[in-house]
C-alpha cells in the first residue's frame, strides 16, 4: 500500500523553537509538496521539490525553508516558529503523469503544530 | 493554471447521486481535470481524473464537457461517509507543477 508518512500527528512549540517536519514516501515520487491548511483559507503551497536537492517556492514560502537530501524525504523547517504558524501542515508527493502513472497527490495525515 | 469554480455547498439525499459541477473555462489543451476530496481531519485523497474522455473508477464517474470548459463528478450512491469537501483542480502536465487547491465544494450526504 503506497505511503507518505509525517513524522508527528500533533506537535505544540514555542515562539522562537526550530521546528523541523518530517515527511517519508515510499512510492519513489519525484514530486513533493509542503502544503499548510487553516480554516476558510484552504490549502496552501508552501513549497515543493521535483528532485533531489531542488526546491522551488511555493505561495507562501516566508517563515520556512525546506530540504531534500534524499529522493524519499522532504522536510520542512521553521526556523523561528511564531504563532501565526499554528496551523495543519501537509505533505504530499506525485509521480509524473504518463501512461502508467496517475500523476496524483498522495497526502499524509498531517502535522498539526500549535506554537505558544 | 487555469482558475477553477466550484459552488462553496450542496447537500444530497443518501443513496441518490450527488453530481458535483465545476468550471473551468480557461482550461488549456495539456491541462488534466483532479478531483479530490478531504474527510474531516484527514489529507485529501485522490478521487479521479481525466483529460478528454469521460472516466469512471470504483469511486465515481468524471465527465467533462466536448469543450472542456466543465466537468462534474458523479457519486452514484451517495453515502453518509462521502460527506466532505471536494476539490476541482486543473493541473498542467508538466515537470514539477503543483496542484492548486480552490476552496472546494463542502458536500452534505442527508439520511
Known amino acids: 500500500d503506497v505511503k507518505v508518512t509525517q513524522s508527528s500527528r500533533y506537535l505544540v512549540k514555542r515562539t522562537g523553537e526550530k521546528v523541523f517536519l518530517e515527511c517519508v514516501q515510499d512510492?519513489?515520487?519525484?514530486?513533493m509538496f509542503w502544503y499548510r491548511q487553516d480554516p476558510g483559507l484552504g490549502l496552501r503551497l508552501i513549497y515543493f521539490?521535483?528532485?533531489?536537492?531542488?526546491?522551488e517556492k511555493g505561495d507562501i514560502p516566508e517563515g520556512y525553508s525546506v530540504s531534500r537530501e534524499k529522493k524519499e524525504r522532504f522536510s520542512l523547517i521553521l526556523e523561528s516558529a511564531s504563532t501565526n504558524q499554528t496551523s495543519m501542515y501537509l505533505c504530499?508527493?506525485?509521480?509524473?503523469?504518463?501512461?502508467?502513472?496517475?500523476?496524483?497527490?498522495?497526502f499524509g495525515e498531517g502535522s498539526r503544530l500549535t506554537v505558544l | 493554471d487555469a482558475k477553477t469554480t466550484q459552488p462553496p455547498s450542496m447537500d444530497c439525499a443518501e443513496g441518490r447521486a450527488a453530481n458535483l459541477p465545476c468550471n473551468h473555462s480557461?482550461?488549456?489543451?495539456?491541462?488534466?481535470v483532479y478531483w479530490y476530496r478531504q474527510i474531516h481531519s484527514q489529507g485529501p485523497q485522490y478521487i479521479i481524473h481525466?483529460?478528454?474522455n469521460n472516466e469512471t473508477n470504483e469511486m465515481a464517474s468524471l465527465i467533462i464537457t466536448e469543450d472542456r470548459k466543465s466537468s462534474t463528478l458523479i457519486l452514484p450512491h451517495a453515502t453518509l461517509r462521502d460527506t466532505a469537501v471536494y476539490y476541482c483542480?486543473?493541473?498542467?502536465?508538466?515537470?514539477?507543477?503543483?496542484?492548486?487547491f480552490g476552496p472546494g465544494t463542502r458536500l452534505s450526504v442527508l439520511p
Open positions: 480557461t482550461i488549456s489543451g495539456n491541462e488534466y
Open positions: 504530499a508527493s506525485s509521480s509524473l503523469p504518463g501512461p502508467l502513472k496517475t500523476g496524483e497527490l498522495f
Open positions: 481525466g483529460l478528454k
Open positions: 521539490s521535483y528532485d533531489v536537492k531542488m526546491k
Open positions: 512510492m519513489d515520487h519525484e514530486n
Open positions: 483542480i486543473v493541473r498542467p502536465d508538466n515537470y514539477g507543477q503543483n496542484f492548486v
